[in-house]
């Protein structure tokens, strides 16, 4: 099977700059134009099957895809909600780097992936591995399925299988196969990128 692991639409909270891990805004009226845009390209891709995390950001996405791809769209993956990130809900980058430099540095250059009163980095790996196991088995080797889900279980899990990966902004993302068990990472995904098919 091929997989889209996609980055949700712009939520409110993404507008305004601030982190928003386990809260749960709802898109923003670019968010919802961008998936609408979006849509007839991945309706060329052949998609089959539609998943989502259970936060609002990630199901309207993926609703809004399917009022265009018309495809089965599975039971939400919890365990592809996004991070509980802790005492860094809702702030913006100004407000972390003037509440939590050190922390902030140390996860900007890379050096920790943890953040203060977070779910831990292993905890969200382990939990966003299990979603991707869930997906494929509920997906035929044939199926082309889209996972709309979040940048931290994105970076989750490419980081878990070896895969490099750069920060995905809305709607970004990467194409993955799985075939028995086994996953290779085919290429990253956007907008600007959609009519380049996975495939060629």
């Known amino acids: 099977m091929k997989l889209l692991l996609l980055r ?3 939520s409110i909270m993404n507008a305004e700059y601030r982190w928003a891990g386990s809260a749960d805004p709802p898109l923003s009226a670019n968010g919802i134009e961008a998936v609408r845009q979006l ?6 891709l052949g998609v089959t099957s539609l998943f989502s995390s259970s936060l ?12 265009y791809l018309h495809v089965r769209y599975h039971a939400p ?11 860094w809900t809702g702030l913006t980058y100004e407000e972390l780097q003037e509440s939590y430099p050190e922390e902030l540095r140390a996860w900007t ?12 980095w292993g905890a969200l790996c382990a939990r966003a591995l299990h979603g991707l ?9 044939s199926d082309v399925a889209v996972a709309v889900s979040h940048a931290q279980v994105l970076t989750a899990i490419c980081d878990s299988l070896g895969f490099s990966s750069t920060k ?3 709607l970004e993302g990467h194409w993955l196969e799985i075939v028995e068990g086994s996953v290779v990472y085919l290429e990253a995904f956007s907008l600007a990128r959609a009519h380049h098919h996975y495939s060629e």
């Open 56 to 67: 609002v950001r990630a199901v309207q996405t993926a609703h809004l895809l399917n009022e």
């Open 8 to 10: 949700h639409a712009q």
């Open 168 to 170: 995905q902004h809305n």
């Open 39 to 44: 849509a007839p390209q991945l309706q060329e």
């Open 77 to 87: 993956v919890t365990e592809f909600n996004d991070r509980d990130i802790g005492y």
């Open 109 to 120: 250059s890379g050096a920790s992936r943890e953040i203060p009163g977070a779910e831990s």
């Open 133 to 141: 196991d869930i997906i494929r088995q509920r997906c035929q080797p």
